[in-house]
Nanobody, 123 residues
Framework: QVQLVESGGGLVQAGGSLRLACAASGGTFSRYVMGWFRQAPGKERDFVAYIGWNGGRTVYADSVKGRFAISRDNAKSTVYLQMNSVRPEDTAVYYC????????????????WGQGTQVTVSS
């Protein structure tokens, strides 16, 4: 069983930056593909980014490409999401997740989820 705890959310002005963190416990973190997703009110949970087990492979949604960066520190069992040049449309609850099935952008193929952290971008 893997437990995930996100942190770092909050209120930020448009154009600003925020860094989210997700600490994992249980299991072998260095073997997992880690993903970030977000869900705005009344909308589906959308893929944001994922990172491979050693950080060598990263994939981003088009909506965040060039603005967000995913990274991981296997020694700390933590994955990060650096959010730059944020926009009001980035407002959502952000979730980290573990995939035991390899590289995927599909939420249904992630096996463990954190509780989420709220990010609100003011215009």
């Amino acid at each position: 069983q893997v437990q995930l705890v996100e942190s770092g959310g909050g209120l930020v002005q448009a154009g600003g930056s925020l860094r989210l963190a997700c600490a994992a416990s249980g299991g072998t973190f260095s073997r997992y593909v880690m993903g970030w997703f977000r869900q705005a009110p009344g909308k589906e949970r959308d893929f944001v980014a994922y990172i491979g087990w050693n950080g060598g492979r990263t994939v981003y949604a088009d909506s965040v490409k060039g603005r967000f960066a995913i990274s991981r520190d296997n020694a700390k069992s933590t994955v990060y999401l650096q959010m730059n040049s944020v926009r009001p449309e980035d407002t959502a609850v952000y979730y980290c997740a573990v995939s035991l099935r390899g590289y995927t952008e599909l939420a249904r193929q992630y096996d463990y989820w954190g509780q989420g952290t709220q990010v609100t971008v003011s215009s």
